[in-house]
T-cell receptor, first 115, second 115 residues
Framework: AQTVTQSQPEMSVQEAETVTLSCTYD???????LFWYKQPPSRQMILVIR??????QNATENRFSVNFQKAAKSFSLKISDSQLGDTAMYFC????????????FGKGTLLTVNP | KAGVTQTPRYLIKTRGQQVTLSCSPI?????VSWYQQTPGQGLQFLFE???????NKGNFPGRFSGRQFSNSRSEMNVSTLELGDSALYLC??????????????FGPGTRLLVL
């Protein structure tokens, strides 16, 4: 069974600093996708970044980047120049596609950006 | 493009009643997935539909059911409501036309409270 583990229930960072959120996963698939979603207090789930497992290059989206270590099954999210609006719950998720049409989520990390 | 929409946004029901939630996917998306989010269990997959066919189902009792219409709109139904069904129900859509189209985009959710 696929599992996703986020070992940091809560984190905090000062505005303008950099923070890294950790995620590990377990899968027997070779081709799959990994995602980071952000859920602010409004509860709207927003896609932050995605990574295809077959791509060695780490994905980046503006201030957000990932460190994807396929052999270690690790997928961490780095947020640079943190902003107050980054305060949210962050979920790591895995989707193997194929015949398994679902996202498996971690428990989430609550990130607070302090002024 | 308009995003995923869900109605109603908030709902209060009593134990034993049934409820129907609706989801309209992003235009052109044919896959709709449903997730239940609770503080204790986190985000759990309910089911996924593609072209009116259920392709995958999570580990939920038969009281939870769903369907998809020819225009890709989807409904989920919960019968004989229990207190533990109180949750945020999230709908997500994806184009799912081919490998590489697996990103799911979420609606704002329906918050269900069972009294």
């Amino acid at each position: 069974a696929q599992t996703v583990t986020q070992s940091q229930p809560e984190m905090s960072v000062q505005e303008a600093e950099t923070v890294t959120l950790s995620c590990t996963y377990d899968t027997s698939e070779n081709n799959y996708y990994l995602f980071w979603y952000k859920q602010p207090p409004s509860r709207q789930m927003i896609l932050v970044i995605r990574q295809e497992a077959y791509k060695q290059q780490n994905a980046t989206e503006n201030r957000f980047s990932v460190n994807f270590q396929k052999a270690a099954k690790s997928f961490s999210l780095k947020i640079s120049d943190s902003q107050l609006g980054d305060t949210a719950m962050y979920f790591c998720a895995h989707n193997s596609g194929g015949s398994n049409y679902k996202l498996t989520f971690g428990k989430g990390t609550l990130l607070t950006v302090n002024p | 493009k308009a995003g995923v929409t869900q109605t109603p946004r908030y709902l209060i029901k009593t134990r034993g009643q049934q409820v129907t939630l609706s989801c309209s996917p992003i235009s052109g998306h044919r896959s709709v997935s449903w997730y239940q989010q609770t503080p204790g269990q986190g985000l759990q997959f309910l089911f996924e539909y593609f072209s009116e066919t259920q392709r995958n189902k999570g580990n939920f009792p038969g009281r939870f059911s769903g369907r998809q219409f020819s225009n890709s709109r989807s409904e989920m139904n919960v019968s004989t409501l229990e207190l533990g069904d109180s949750a945020l129900y999230l709908c997500a859509s994806s184009s799912s036309r081919a490998w590489g189209q697996e990103t799911q985009y979420f609606g704002p959710g329906t918050r269900l409270l069972v009294l």
